[in-house]
């Protein structure tokens, strides 16, 4: 799988998981999921370019 995918994947993820668990807040919670997401899908992303290069 490419590394870029992990931004898009883990986005997804965020926001099902910041919707599950801050269900109450309701979009906040999702909106802030995916922003995490995004960010640890980078980082990944990040780390892995280093390696290849």
């Known amino acids: 799988m490419k590394p870029a995918y992990w931004i898009a994947i883990l986005a997804l993820v965020g926001g099902i998981i910041g919707y599950g668990v801050f269900h109450a807040?309701?979009?906040?919670?999702?909106?802030?999921?995916?922003?995490?997401?995004?960010?640890?899908g980078a980082?990944?992303?990040?780390?892995?370019?280093?390696?290849?290069r």
């Open 25 to 40: 807040t309701g979009w906040s919670g999702t909106i802030l999921g995916v922003v995490l997401g995004i960010l640890v």
């Open 43 to 52: 980082v990944i992303y990040a780390g892995q370019a280093r390696r290849t």
